[in-house]
């Protein structure tokens, strides 16, 4: 009967371990499938425009507004966003920094970080200057970025 050290049988484990999963490694493409869908939809971004937050005195901002286009959907993208919370806040396109005229994009999701908002497809942007963070509460504009020049 031979004998073998310790050493010797961690090594012969260790390399069938490893010529276990080099064969798993090559052989698994044959028990696994992946569908090819050649005509699937090409999803490219565009930024149509990224301008700066401008804030207010009594309400700090900071980042950048984007327009983006991902396909056929268009979004409101605040990047790298930084803002202080408020009662009732909500994010508009309007036509000016009075919300007279507005789309309302729904109410403000988050303070800090990347934050997207749909942009409804009848939406026609060469309308909208602004994009406005707004107190419904108090009426009152936290800050805005001008979208169009």
């Known amino acids: 009967m031979i004998k073998i050290n310790t050493t010797l049988k961690v090594i012969i484990v260790l390399f069938l371990v490893l010529a276990g999963a080099v064969a798993y490694y090559a052989l698994s493409p044959l028990w696994q ?7 699937a ?19 700090p901002a900071s980042g950048s507004v984007a327009i983006v286009q991902t396909g056929e959907q ?3 993208r605040y990047e790298d966003f930084q803002t202080i919370n408020g009662p009732d806040l909500r994010v508009y396109l309007s036509i000016d920094l009075e919300a007279t005229e507005f789309i309302d994009l729904g109410e403000l999701k988050a303070t800090e970080g990347d934050v997207n908002y749909a942009i409804p497809d009848d939406t026609d942007l060469a ?8 107190c ?10 001008q979208i169009n020049p």
């Not at 309308?127 to 707004?134: D, H, S």
């Not at 419904?136 to 970025?145: G, I, K, M, P, Y």
């Open 74 to 76: 268009r979004t409101l």
């Open 33 to 39: 499938t992946v569908t090819v869908i050649e005509d």
């Open 136 to 145: 419904e509460d108090f009426s009152v504009l936290f800050n805005h970025a």
């Open 127 to 134: 309308k909208y200057q602004y994009a406005l963070i707004w």
């Open 41 to 59: 939809p090409i999803n490219s971004t565009i930024v149509v425009s990224n301008r700066p937050i401008i804030d207010t005195p009594t309400h």
